[in-house]
């Protein structure tokens, strides 16, 4: 978290609609500015909103050159088993590819999280009073623009509070510089009980339908909400509550996944975006281009691990033209390794630099579908966990050596199968070290076995040891506070793990 707030925080407003339009908008966090002249009407609330997404795409200025989906991915992968190095790779990167994590690494820095946090903070705090200003400002408008603030909010705070563990918790905006910036860390506990709250909140007031494609997969709906809730939910061990949010998703009718088709299903999922299996994308354009052209093929930091493509998923040495969907010029290229998923335009070619402007997937069905197997395998109900697996390999071409037979009453080789079928369908979108951090730390790490095997997959062999001894203690699942945090903010206290 920042320290001072420049007297200017200037965010390019990416609206999120059919129409594309660009806008400007100016925060001004001095005293009386951002009151007496901005807040007056429901387009400079929708202004503002907008402009909590469109900090999400782009790097903070004069904070970071890394957009938040890189770190999204960074922080969902480098620590497991998927990633291997790439010529371009920095040392801080492969440091944290081989547990080998220090506090000055900047890869720690969560100021692009707790910049587009005051956002949202900001959004919450002064919208209300836009109603006495404005009289064409509905509540239900209103109402919806608070739920896309407390929902995005909710998810950063989860994101966090997956990665560092325990995080300072602020609920109200940065306005001036005179307030207090010493914080001390709430407990991960209480950041995931203010994320189920602000969820909850977010899903009452929610959106259903926007009115088009852009909008319903690019912004927040009560869809994306559900998604986020049953995933926090599978995190502190609410399976039923986890189950029910799934089901709003499933029962809405507004999903299905998509039959896999060569050169039509990637590219309807991955390079278009968008589609029925679609649920919150964050959505680059030409205009506003990803990240991920840069990484993963002009100058790749990152590939895939050398063994994944047919560790996770199959190769049929008898029938080449037998293969999971979303293996080959899907989620790699054979042979360099190389991350496809974000750089292709369909399964035999690349887009061009100009026109790399695939999403990143903040969730989509699949991944509803997936917990709801988790969440129905915790409730001893293994029976359907495995059909929910079996009809997504069915539509997914998964290929028979992938395949297992779980006991449906054996909640671990059923876990097991719903981990290696995540691996296979959210390969390089952020989520494999939270799936296996998820499962392992249950029942007081009682899989701890996860944790480890995924940490040495990739790692070199002189470090694989030092590595397991690392961690088997619990604190060195987290990253720590970065030095100028703690340097800055005097109320925080390192992970004893990193001191």
């Given at each position: 978290m920042q320290t001072k707030i420049k007297t200017i925080l200037a965010i390019f407003i990416l609206f999120v609609s059919a129409s594309s339009c660009d806008n400007y908008l100016d925060l001004r966090p001095q005293d009386g500015i951002v009151r007496d002249e901005f807040w007056k009407t429901k387009e400079d609330i929708q202004g503002a909103v907008i402009g909590i997404y469109s900090s999400m795409l782009n790097s903070p200025p004069g904070v970071s050159d890394l957009t938040m989906s890189q770190y999204l991915f960074m922080y969902g992968e480098l620590r497991a088993?998927?990633?291997?190095?790439?010529?371009?790779?920095?040392?801080?990167?492969?440091?944290?590819?081989?547990?080998?994590?220090?506090?000055?690494?900047?890869?720690?820095?969560?100021?692009?999280?707790?910049?587009?946090?005051?956002?949202?903070?900001?959004?919450?705090?002064?919208?209300?009073?836009?109603?006495?200003?404005?009289?064409?400002?509905?509540?239900?408008?209103?109402?919806?623009?608070?739920?896309?603030?407390?929902?995005?909010?909710?998810?950063?705070?989860?994101?966090?509070?997956?990665?560092?563990?325990?995080?300072?918790?602020?609920?109200?905006?940065?306005?001036?510089?005179?307030?207090?910036?010493?914080?001390?860390?709430?407990?991960?506990?209480?950041?995931?009980?203010?994320?189920?709250?602000?969820?909850?909140?977010?899903?009452?007031?929610?959106?259903?339908?926007?009115?088009?494609?852009?909008?319903?997969?690019?912004?927040?709906?009560?869809?994306?909400?559900?998604?986020?809730?049953?995933?926090?939910?599978?995190?502190?061990?609410?399976?039923?509550?986890?189950?029910?949010?799934?089901?709003?998703?499933?029962?809405?009718?507004?999903?299905?996944?998509?039959?896999?088709?060569?050169?039509?299903?990637?590219?309807?999922?991955?390079?278009?975006?968008?589609?029925?299996?679609?649920?919150?994308?964050?959505?680059?354009?030409?205009?506003?281009?990803?990240?991920?052209?840069?990484?993963?093929?002009?100058?790749?930091?990152?590939?895939?691990?050398?063994?994944?493509?047919?560790?996770?998923?199959?190769?049929?040495?008898?029938?080449?033209?037998?293969?999971?969907?979303?293996?080959?010029?899907?989620?790699?290229?054979?042979?360099?390794?190389?991350?496809?998923?974000?750089?292709?335009?369909?399964?035999?070619?690349?887009?061009?630099?100009?026109?790399?402007?695939?999403?990143?997937?903040?969730?989509?069905?699949?991944?509803?579908?997936?917990?709801?197997?988790?969440?129905?395998n915790e409730l001893e109900q293994g029976d359907g966990a495995i059909a929910i697996i079996k009809d997504i390999r069915l539509k997914r071409r998964a290929i028979q050596s992938t395949s297992e037979d779980p006991s449906p009453s054996s909640k671990n080789d059923v876990i097991d199968y719903i981990l290696a079928e995540r691996a296979r369908e959210f390969a390089f979108e952020g989520k494999r070290w939270f799936d296996i951090l998820r499962v392992a730390r249950r029942n007081n790490y009682e899989r701890l076995d996860i944790l480890t095997t995924a940490a040495i997959a990739s790692a070199p062999a002189d470090k694989q040891q030092s590595i397991i001894a690392k961690l088997k203690d619990p604190n060195s699942h987290y990253l720590p506070i970065n030095t100028y945090e703690l340097y800055t903010n005097k109320a925080l206290v390192q992970n004893p793990f990193y001191k």
């Open positions: 088993d998927m990633i291997a190095a790439g010529a371009n790779v920095t040392e801080d990167e492969r440091d944290i590819m081989n547990s080998n994590i220090i506090a000055s690494n900047e890869l720690t820095s969560w100021a692009a999280f707790y910049r587009t946090i005051n956002y949202c903070n900001t959004v919450i705090d002064l919208a209300p009073a836009v109603k006495n200003e404005d009289p064409t400002l509905t509540q239900v408008q209103l109402n919806n623009f608070l739920s896309e603030a407390l929902a995005i909010r909710a998810y950063l705070y989860f994101t966090l509070a997956r990665t560092f563990k325990d995080v300072p918790l602020k609920l109200t905006p940065t306005l001036t510089d005179k307030e207090n910036f010493q914080i001390p860390v709430s407990p991960q506990s209480a950041i995931f009980d203010q994320v189920i709250k602000d969820l909850k909140l977010a899903d009452e007031y929610a959106v259903t339908d926007y009115g088009n494609d852009a909008s319903n997969k690019g912004r927040i709906t009560t869809y994306a909400i559900n998604a986020m809730l049953a995933d926090v939910y599978l995190w502190t061990g609410k399976y039923q509550e986890a189950l029910d949010a799934t089901t709003k998703v499933t029962g809405s009718g507004k999903f299905s996944l998509i039959p896999a088709s060569n050169n039509t299903w990637y590219n309807t999922v991955y390079a278009k975006g968008n589609s029925t299996e679609s649920i919150f994308e964050l959505q680059f354009t030409t205009s506003n281009l990803g990240p991920f052209y840069s990484i993963f093929y002009q100058r790749p930091q990152f590939l895939a691990s050398a063994n994944a493509l047919e560790d996770v998923f199959g190769i049929d040495f008898t029938n080449a033209l037998n293969k999971d969907i979303r293996g080959e010029n899907t989620s790699i290229t054979p042979g360099s390794n190389q991350i496809y998923k974000f750089i292709g335009l369909n399964n035999d070619e690349r887009k061009v630099l100009q026109d790399s402007d695939t999403h990143w997937f903040v969730y989509r069905y699949a991944d509803v579908l997936l917990m709801r197997a988790e969440a129905l």
